[in-house]
């Protein structure tokens, strides 16, 4: 019997013994485990910082493709027209009123040019546009063009397509003829 008793005595011994050590492994583990998680936190807290710090980089690029994407100036059918955007950067550039006070100048260019068709007016408009860019008349629209970081070749397609519309209504023809004339367009 007190073999028995002894033997009782030593099992649940080891049993406690066993308990210790299990539970001394389990707390070193789960501080360990603390540990991690308080340090994966900790990282958290800087990639959350520096992922908003990314998200702003994100929103100002895709503000500058935007600025230099000219479909954000055009509205979206044949023939090509500008928006509300796009007469906003073509008034703000100072692009409207160069065309407005070189009109003329500029109607006598494209009838040296050729103006057979209304897509000639359109496709020679983009031509006339650019001659000017090295006339000192035309600075006051690049500096505008660099302070507001835009594509210069963004307000030259506005200025194009102001020209091309004043004359179209000059050569008698309308909007609806540069499709007509549109060699791409055009079935053979």
């Known amino acids: 019997m007190i073999g028995d008793n002894l033997q009782i005595l030593i099992t649940i011994g080891q049993i406690i013994i066993a308990g210790i050590v299990?539970?001394?492994t389990a707390s070193y583990k789960f501080g360990k485990l603390e540990q991690r998680i308080e340090h994966l936190e900790e990282d958290n807290k800087d990639n959350?910082?520096?992922i908003r710090g990314i998200g702003k980089d994100v929103s100002e690029v895709r503000g500058q493709?935007?600025?230099?994407?000219?479909?954000?100036y055009l509205r979206r059918k044949s023939p090509v027209t500008i928006n509300e955007r796009g007469l906003e950067l073509l008034k703000h550039s100072g692009g409207e009123k160069f065309i407005e006070d070189n009109k003329e100048e500029m109607i006598?260019?494209?009838k040296t040019i050729g103006r057979k068709t209304a897509y000639d007016i359109q496709e020679n408009s983009k031509i006339v546009?650019?001659?000017y860019q090295d006339d000192d008349r035309f600075t006051p629209i690049k500096e505008f063009v660099f302070k507001q970081g835009i594509d210069l070749e963004i307000v030259l397609l506005m200025m194009s397509l102001h020209l091309r519309d004043i004359a179209l209504e000059k050569f008698n023809f309308t909007d609806i003829d540069i499709d007509k004339?549109?060699?791409t367009l055009v079935s053979k």
């Open 22 to 24: 299990a539970f001394a």
């Open 48 to 50: 959350k910082s520096e």
């Open 65 to 72: 493709l935007s600025a230099n994407n000219p479909a954000t």
């Open 108 to 110: 006598e260019k494209l």
């Open 129 to 131: 546009v650019k001659s």
């Open 181 to 183: 004339s549109d060699p």
